[in-house]
C-alpha cells in the first residue's frame, strides 16, 4: 500500500511506534519469580536438524494463527517426544504464508499497512523492525497453541508451583536460514516476502509451565551460529538487509 502524501511523517512514525511497542507488550513474558533456567541444550553439531525420530509423533501442520486482528496462514514441521525425563517438541520449516503477503488483501491486520508504508517510503530499516518483530510474534503464538495441545492431549502435572513432579515440557523453535525483505510492486500493490538470503542457524530455547490455567515461560532463550553463508535469491525487486536467523525469532 503506497502512503498518500497527504500523510506525515510524524504520523506514521507514531503509528510504527505504538504497533512495535503494543506488539510487544505480551509477545515474550518470562516470570521471573521462578528460579528455574532453561536447561543447557547447546547448539551443537546436529541441533538444527529438523527431521523424524524413531519414538516420536512427528507431523506438518499448515493452518492458521490469529494475532490481534491478523489471521496468519502458517506452515511448520512438528516434533514431539515423550521421555521419562519429560517432554521435548521441535518446531523448524516455519514459513509465513509460504512468505509472501499482498498488503491489500484485508484478511491482515491493519498495522502491517504501516510495515507497506514505512517500505514505500524507503525506511527499510523501520520496515525490517516492524517485519522482524511480527515473525516472532507469529513464531511465539505457533509454539503456544503446539504446547496447549499437547497438554490437552496428553493430561498431567505442568503446574509451576508443583514439587519435583512436574514434567518439563522443552521447546525448540529452530530457524535454519538467514532472511532479507523483497518488495516487489505488481498494479501498484506492494508484494512483500521473505527471501532466503544465506544460510545460518538459530535455535529459542524455551521451558513451559501452567499456572491457574495459563501457559507460563518459565525461561527462555537462543543460541545461534556465527555469520550468514551467502546464496541466491529470486527476488526481482527491492532487496532489504540479509538478517541474521535469530532477527524474527
Keep these: 500500500m503506497l502512503i498518500s502524501p497527504s ?14 511497542i503494543l506488539s510487544c507488550s505480551d509477545a515474550e513474558h518470562v516470570d521471573n519469580s521462578l528460579t528455574q533456567y532453561a536447561q543447557t541444550r547447546e547448539l551443537t553439531d546436529g ?7 524413531n519414538g516420536c509423533d512427528t507431523a506438518t501442520i499448515d493452518t492458521v494463527i490469529v494475532i490481534d486482528t491478523c489471521e496468519v496462514p502458517v506452515k511448520f514441521f512438528r516434533r514431539r517426544c515423550i521421555t521419562p525425563s519429560g517432554v521435548t517438541i521441535t518446531i523448524g520449516n516455519f514459513v509465513i504464508n509460504n512468505n509472501s503477503l499482498q498488503l491489500d488483501d484485508t484478511i491482515y ?13 524507503g525506511n527499510n530499516a523501520g520496515a525490517e523492525a516492524a517485519w ?28 509451576c508451583e508443583s514439587s519435583s513432579s512436574t514434567i518439563t515440557i522443552a521447546s525448540s523453535f529452530i530457524e535454519t536460514n538467514c532472511k532479507a525483505i523483497c518488495g516487489e510492486q505488481e498494479e501498484g500493490v506492494w508484494n512483500l516476502r521473505d527471501v532466503v538470503c544465506g544460510i545460518s542457524c538459530c535455535v529459542r530455547y524455551t521451558d513451559y509451565c501452567i499456572r491457574d490455567g495459563v501457559l507460563v515461560v518459565k525461561a527462555t532463550r537462543t543460541e545461534s551460529a556465527p555469520g550468514c553463508e551467502t546464496v541466491s ?11 541474521n536467523s535469530c532477527a524474527g525469532l
Excluded at 512514525?13 to 504497533?19: G, I, K, R, T, W
Excluded at 515473525?135 to 495441545?149: C, D, F, H, P, T
Aim: net charge negative.
Design 7 to 20: 500523510v506525515s511523517f510524524s504520523f506514521i512514525l507514531l503509528a510504527f511506534m505504538s504497533f512495535y
Design 47 to 53: 541441533a538444527c536438524d529438523i527431521g523424524y525420530q
Design 109 to 121: 491486520c491493519d498495522n502491517l499497512d504501516t510495515w507497506s508504508s514505512l517500505w514505500a517510503m
Design 132 to 159: 522482524d518483530n511480527f515473525r516472532k510474534q507469529v513464531s511465539i503464538a505457533v509454539e503456544k497453541m503446539v504446547i496447549l495441545q499437547f497438554i490437552s492431549e496428553h493430561p498431567g502435572n505442568y503446574d
Design 233 to 243: 535469491n529470486d527476488c526481482r525487486g527491492t532487496l532489504g538487509n540479509c538478517r
